[in-house]
């Protein structure tokens, strides 16, 4: 068993003693929610799935996509940088993105806040994911005739590290057993 194993092995257990845990705690007058009494199993049976779509679980899929495209598109950094294709793949990329941008804060753009500012926008709130999701692309684009068809270079370091997603359904189901303790 590598340590990767030993490590999901470890969480999972973790996770399989979070209920009995908790209920331990509760007994001993700790003041945190049983995942045991009635109301805790109903909470467990009910968002048990929802750690499939967390946030965390979108991170770890978004980083993973993100290292197999890097890898299978861009790297080595050396030979990628002489070449004149990735500087007009760059500059095409940079005017979509200040184009995009620059829309999104005019005065009447949707993706300003109720106030009109950026604070509490729905475009700093997707900010994130749209950049992780306009960099993969470039990185598709770029990558595409020059190395492995699109599906191979989204799933190569799902492949590469296939205890990873699971790791972050363990790891989100965790946290929300504790949030649900009150802990």
């Not at 995942?35 to 009910?46: A, C, H, M, S, T």
């Not at 994911?129 to 306009?134: D, M, P």
């Amino acid at each position: 068993m590598n340590s990767n194993e030993r490590n999901f092995t470890i969480l999972l257990l973790l996770a399989a003693m979070l209920p009995f845990l908790s209920w331990v705690l509760s007994a001993l007058g700790v003041p945190c929610r049983s995942l045991l009494d009635d109301e805790g199993l109903r909470w467990l049976f009910r968002h048990t799935s929802d750690c499939l779509h967390s946030p965390i679980v979108a991170f770890a899929l978004c980083c993973l996509m993100m290292q197999g495209v890097i890898k299978q598109s861009l790297l080595p950094l050396g030979k990628t940088f002489r070449q004149p294709r990735f500087y007009r793949y760059v500059a095409v990329y940079a005017v979509v993105l200040i184009g995009i941008l620059l829309a999104a804060v005019s005065p009447d753009s949707p993706l300003l806040s109720i106030t009109g500012g950026l604070a509490g926008s729905p475009l700093l709130d997707g900010l994130l994911f749209l950049g992780w999701f306009s960099f993969i692309v470039f990185c598709l684009c770029y990558g595409h005739n020059r190395y492995e068809p699109w599906p191979k270079m989204l799933t190569h370091a799902i492949r590469n590290h296939p205890l990873a997603i699971p790791f972050a359904i363990v790891v989100s189901f965790c946290w929300q057993c504790l949030k649900y303790m009150n802990l």
